[in-house]
């Protein structure tokens, strides 16, 4: 009975490691710069609306291999019950189980993280700057603002004459709306924000763009898991500050926003209007059983984008319309019947559809009455994380940074738009371009790039922000993210 127990326990451990082995080889070989605070965060928040297609893209790869695995440690389990050398055979399980464990743990930093995390740091606390009575000044005439987040664009994938690392543009059109508009870069070619920690997945770049703080959470904190779970209730985001100016806002996607917590974040902070796959099945903007990619695709997307904008255009109250492409997300993007055949692989082709697309309705915005006192914000949501497509593509030449431009702005910049920076700049970098004052051009983290005000970036370093951006911060935890002292 008890070489039976022995016998089952390996045999467990064993299919164990053959699993998470094989998870580690997908995630090596598709994710670029998976971190460990995006694994702790997916772990607390709703999963709900996950692409089917990243679980069939594991099992294409990895599934023959991951059954051929599980089939001989059954076999092996049971072989060695009756040749009764189970003893031996449940420390050799053991052994492989916790070396797997450590092999995936060790590839997203964990170690390193859990270490930094003893450790406590003061720098959110002293270089945070919290929405206050006063901070803001509006314009007497407000301006509405349209803020497109671009899943996974970078500006790696322009040309390396625009400052990009491609020797054909993929992104054209995005390159010259950037030029049209006001983008800030370290070299005053295409460049963008740095990726910083907590802003390097859709939530956490959209969090960290929209209330001027990364996302981290710890191992140990609380779970969001409640549709009533408080979602950084110590933030001022955008949203909260335009809602109390009377602004009507609203959040579309393609895709189910309960995933990831971002519904949860954009209806506390600012109680948009959402618009994702679930509502336009409700509506019947698509058929009940209709599932493209990660819900619908961004022809869809823009075509609904364009109805919706013109329904806020036509009310009494300023509008702040956001929207979310999912069309470039890895792994290998979806590519619509729209897309042509341009280049070799089917990212490339996605990219330069998204940058036609995009470009589109920018220009389609361009063309209406309210575009006059209508401030556009561009920006990639965080870099790409198709390690296939960066292996094969990206040569190290430039530095990778997320794309983002500002068009019919009202703000010019103080001094140049060479400036280093994180998305937690966007923040009052965006309010700054629809007219509003802001009392020491900062916000949260994040600095008003139009100001001469130096961005922590600028200040400290990237290697000093990271590393203190790693470490536990008492501050953040409760005065931020809310939770309880221990």
């Not at 349209?146 to 500006?155: A, G, Q, R, T, V």
């Not at 036609?356 to 401030?375: A, G, H, L, M, P």
Request: aromatic share 12%; hydrophobic share 40%; with cysteine.
């Amino acid at each position: 009975m008890i070489d039976m127990s022995k016998m089952v326990i390996s045999m467990v451990l064993l299919v164990g490691a053959v699993i998470l082995y094989t998870v580690y080889l997908f995630l090596k070989k598709n994710f670029n710069g998976l971190s460990w605070e995006e694994i702790v965060f997916h772990l607390k928040v709703p999963m709900k609306g996950t692409s089917n297609e990243m679980i069939f893209d594991y099992f294409r790869s990895y599934g023959i291999l991951m059954g051929i695995g599980v089939c001989f440690a059954i076999a092996g389990s049971i072989l060695c019950h009756f040749i009764e050398v189970t003893g031996i055979l449940l420390v050799a399980a053991i052994v492989l189980f916790v070396m797997a464990l450590v092999v995936i743990l060790n590839s997203f930093d964990t170690f390193g993280c859990l270490m930094a995390q003893r450790k406590e740091s003061s720098f959110l606390e002293e270089e945070a700057a919290p929405v206050t009575q006063g901070l803001l000044t509006f314009p007497e005439k407000k301006r509405n603002l349209i803020y497109i987040f671009l899943e996974s664009m970078e500006s790696t994938f322009s040309s390396k004459e625009e400052g990009g690392a491609m020797d054909e543009n993929r992104i054209s059109e995005l390159t010259k709306l950037a030029k049209e508009g006001i983008h800030f870069s370290e070299n005053g070619k295409l460049g963008g924000a740095t990726p910083t920690r907590g802003a390097s997945w859709t939530t956490g770049a959209m969090v960290s763009q929209t209330c001027g703080y990364p996302l981290m959470i710890s191992l140990g904190g609380k779970n969001y898991k409640s549709k009533k779970a408080a979602f950084m209730p110590g933030a001022t985001a955008i949203g909260d500050v335009l809602k109390k100016e009377g602004y009507e806002q609203e959040i579309m996607v393609g895709s189910d926003l309960t995933f990831g917590g971002r519904k949860m974040y954009f209806q506390q902070h600012g109680d948009y209007f959402v618009y994702d796959y679930p509502y336009a099945k409700e509506q019947g903007k698509i058929p009940k059983d209709y599932y493209e990619w990660w819900g619908f695709e961004d022809k869809k997307l823009f075509a609904f984008a364009k109805e919706e904008i013109l329904r806020l255009a036509k009310g009494d109250k300023p509008f702040h319309f956001s929207l979310l492409t999912v069309d470039t997300h890895h792994i290998g993007g979806f590519a619509c019947e729209d897309c042509e055949n341009h280049f070799d692989r089917q990212y490339d082709n996605v990219l330069a559809c998204s940058s036609k697309r995009v470009e589109e309705f920018v220009r389609w915005i361009q063309s209406q009455d309210f575009y006059q006192d209508t401030t556009i914000v561009i920006s990639g949501d965080h870099c790409t994380m198709d390690n296939n497509y960066i292996r094969e593509q990206y040569d190290g030449s430039v530095p990778r940074r997320v794309y983002s431009c500002i068009l019919n702005g009202v703000a010019e910049p103080v001094s140049g738009t060479k400036r280093a920076f994180y998305p937690m700049d966007m923040y009052p970098t965006t309010l700054a371009a629809m007219g509003v004052k802001i009392q020491g051009d900062r916000i949260g983290l994040g600095t008003n790039l139009f100001s001469d005000k130096p961005t922590i970036l600028e200040e400290y370093g990237d290697e000093k922000v990271q590393k203190e951006l790693a470490k536990n911060s008492a501050f953040y935890k409760q005065r931020i993210l809310g939770e309880k002292r221990k």
